[in-house]
């Protein structure tokens, strides 16, 4: 079983910060990658930021030059830090890690931006 947790989502103004952090924990084989999705109610799941095993990152363009995204391998950890953040960044934000030729989700964090 491998098992994602959150944290670090909660309730911010418009232009403030945030620091998504995610462990991994469980049987987990060589890790390909990891990142963040996020849900705005009524809309779908989309990418956020991603990072490779070989530390190959990639951003959604609508948070480019505002959020980074890091991981730790000793820890199996990846980490979100949301800056300028926009009422339009308002979503569940999941963790995700792929590994073994699967994916495993987190139960979501909850980021609230208001104007």
């Known amino acids: 079983q491998v098992q994602l947790v959150e944290s670090g989502g909660g309730l911010v103004q418009s232009g403030g910060s945030l620091r998504l952090s995610c462990a991994a924990s469980?049987?987990?084989?060589?890790?390909?990658?990891m990142g963040w999705y996020r849900q705005a109610p009524g809309k779908q799941r989309e990418l956020v930021a991603s990072v490779t095993n070989s530390d190959w990152k990639s951003y959604a363009d609508s948070v480019k030059g505002r959020f980074t995204i890091s991981r730790a391998d000793v820890k199996n950890s990846v980490f979100l830090q949301m800056n300028s953040l926009k009422s339009e960044d308002t979503a569940v934000y999941y963790c995700n890690l792929n590994a073994g030729g699967m994916d495993y989700w987190g139960k979501g964090a909850l980021v609230t931006v208001s104007s």
């Open positions: 469980g049987s987990i084989f060589t890790i390909y990658a």
